[in-house]
């Protein structure tokens, strides 16, 4: 669900008008070629009229569009030196559909990719650089219920609610998940660094055909209209979010068919649902970060596996310390993971039906194209060369 050409040609403005200054009720005005009417309820830029996108309350004008989410936050307190973006709220739909009301500078990157599953539920892979601390003042315009998880990270992020017991913070950590509801919550987004997130956002009585023994905080945060959960994590949902990130990002698994992407995000929800009441067991920050170092070099060249050894010394730590909290963190084996990848990017490789199974195998480090076929059977149950004639 793209922006339409007229959204798209107006985007940099939207942010001059959201933060004009009141003059009169009822009063015209015009500025940048464009006009508004406060409280009418209409704007335009040059012959494009939108409706329904403006409410205001005391000191500030609204801009709304199409619902969306993606959870609101505030941190000036938790990272020194952040840049305000404006005095007045974002609509998280507008940034959902279009990240250029942002204004990032020169030097942040941010990357919103989505994908409607059905009716009242959408999935949204948010990948960001921010060379500087960036505070993103945000107003949650959507009726929707987030399921949303950090599968990378490098730096540092938060999210401060306004008006609720005063105001409550919470840090944004890599390789743990948040259940958000909170229609019409407005607070600050800052984050300094890199952060990849995946979220499954679902209108709730979507979620309750889905499941029907909601209880708990779920259930009645779902009811109050203010849920906040956070602190879901383990190796299956981070390993299920991974995927999911792969096939929006077009990475290894870019030739998955829709219905494999909704399945993997129905696994999602249904994960974040089990995990609602269990405590987090993951490991200390600290090896987090280890063990994603770890993991970006053993992935870094799929022809040839580094050691054992060389991986441990990339941790600091001893052979057996590394296998075990590898697996503790991604739910699978050193090598497990390694041949995933590997036969992830066999499959995209056969699939755009340019190379030979024999060329791919070669590619991927195989001496012999009999093992490497082998291999492929094993993981997805049909030849490497079946696959590339049905290519």
């Given at each position: 669900m793209a922006a339409s050409v007229a959204d798209c040609a107006w985007a940099g403005r939207a942010m001059d008008i959201a933060s004009v200054d009141r003059d009169s009720a009822g009063r015209e005005g015009s500025r940048m070629?464009?006009?508004?009417?406060?409280?009418?309820?209409?704007?335009?830029?040059?012959?494009?009229?939108?409706?329904?996108?403006?409410?205001m309350d005391d000191n500030d004008l609204h801009l709304y569009f199409y619902p969306d989410p993606i959870i609101p936050a505030r941190i000036g307190s938790t990272l020194p030196g952040a840049r305000p973006m404006s005095s007045g709220l974002i609509p998280l739909s507008r940034v959902v559909m279009?990240?250029?009301?942002?204004?990032?500078?020169?030097?942040?990157?941010?990357?919103?990719?989505?994908?409607?599953?059905?009716?009242?539920?959408?999935?949204?892979?948010?990948?960001?650089?921010?060379?500087?601390?960036?505070?993103?003042?945000?107003?949650?315009?959507?009726?929707y219920v987030h399921f949303s998880f950090n599968s990378r990270m490098d730096g540092r992020a938060a999210?401060?609610?306004?008006?609720?017991?005063?105001?409550?913070?919470?840090a944004v950590r890599e390789?743990?998940?948040?259940?958000?509801?909170?229609?019409g919550r407005r607070g600050h987004y800052c984050q300094e660094g890199c952060l990849d997130n995946v979220t499954v956002m679902v209108r709730p009585d979507v979620l309750r055909h889905w499941s029907h023994d909601l209880e708990g905080d779920l259930a009645s945060g779902l009811a109050s209209a203010a849920c906040f959960l956070h602190g879901h994590g383990g190796a299956e949902l981070r390993g299920t979010a991974h995927q999911l990130a792969q096939g929006l990002a077009g990475e290894g698994a870019a030739s998955r068919h829709g219905l494999w992407m909704q399945a993997q995000s129905l696994l999602l929800v249904g994960l974040f649902l089990e995990s609602c009441g269990r405590p987090l067991a993951g490991l200390p920050v600290a090896m987090q970060r280890r063990m994603a170092r770890v993991h970006e070099h053993l992935l870094a060249d799929l022809s040839r596996a580094p050691s054992l050894e060389a991986l441990?010394?990339?941790?600091?730590?001893?052979?057996?310390?590394?296998?075990?909290?590898?697996?503790?963190?991604?739910?699978?084996?050193?090598?497990?993971?390694?041949?995933?990848?590997?036969?992830?990017?066999?499959?995209?490789?056969?699939?755009?039906?340019?190379?030979?199974?024999?060329?791919?195998?070669?590619?991927?480090?195989?001496?012999?194209?009999?093992?490497?076929?082998?291999?492929?059977?094993?993981?997805?149950?049909?030849?490497?060369?079946?696959?590339?004639?049905?290519?």
């Open positions: 070629g464009a006009f508004w009417k406060w409280g009418v309820g209409t704007i335009a830029v040059g012959r494009t009229a939108i409706a329904g996108l403006i409410r279009d990240t250029s009301v942002l204004r990032l500078g020169p030097g942040n990157v941010c990357r919103i990719t989505r994908m409607p599953l059905q009716d009242g539920a959408e999935l949204v892979y948010w990948r960001s650089a921010f060379r500087e601390a960036m505070d993103i003042p945000l107003q949650d315009d959507s009726d999210c401060h609610f306004d008006g609720w017991e005063g105001g409550r913070e919470f390789g743990t998940g948040t259940i958000s509801y909170g229609p441990a010394r990339e941790a600091d730590v001893s052979v057996p310390t590394l296998a075990r909290a590898f697996r503790r963190h991604y739910g699978r084996s050193i090598y497990d993971c390694f041949q995933h990848e590997r036969m992830q990017q066999a499959r995209a490789q056969l699939l755009r039906g340019r190379l030979s199974v024999a060329h791919v195998a070669t590619d991927l480090g195989y001496s012999n194209p009999s093992h490497f076929s082998a291999a492929f059977r094993k993981q997805f149950g049909v030849n490497p060369s079946a696959l590339r004639r049905g290519s």
